[in-house]
């Protein structure tokens, strides 16, 4: 696959389309079965609570792969991605209802960089916090 966006139509300030991200505790359930990360902080109340958070939390590695989508939908290649990081700010807490959670991830081109490549910087928010800090990826474009 090769990205579908060209690099010589992108500017500095290109905004990505923005999406949201439904979390519920089976979403966590079937995260942890895919990842083998059972920590009981992602599916036991009590023991959450216990630990000093307010409820279950999403895995930190599911809400960067959630956050990474924006960029990778917007690029049409999962592969265009050669450089990602984050910093976890606060979790995404995941109620025991019908509703769950939800991420809400915006991101827009930050800078142009060689060889086709742009530097994105991305907005993770759930519950109104922002849930990922230095958010950013670097993308090869075609």
Do not use: C
């Not at 920590?39 to 000093?52: L, R, S, T, Y």
């Not at 599911?62 to 910093?87: H, K, L, N, S």
Request: proline share 5%; aromatic share 8%.
């Amino acid at each position: 696959m090769t990205a579908k966006i060209a690099y010589d139509e992108v500017e500095v300030g290109t905004e990505l389309p923005a999406q949201t991200f439904p979390v519920t505790r089976a979403t966590l359930v079937q995260y942890a079965g895919a990842s083998g990360d059972f920590n009981p902080i992602h599916w036991n109340e009590k023991f959450a609570v216990e630990v000093g958070l307010p409820d279950v939390i999403a895995h930190g590695m599911f809400t960067m792969a959630e956050a990474i989508r924006v960029v990778t939908d917007w690029t049409g290649d999962p592969a265009a991605v050669v450089e990602y990081g984050v910093r976890f700010t606060k979790p995404v807490v995941v109620p025991n209802d019908d509703e769950g959670a939800e991420i809400e991830v915006s991101a827009k081109v930050a800078a142009k960089l060689d060889d086709q490549r742009v530097r994105v910087d991305i907005t993770a928010v759930s519950a109104g916090q922002k849930v990922l800090g230095m958010s950013r990826a670097v993308v090869r474009l075609a």
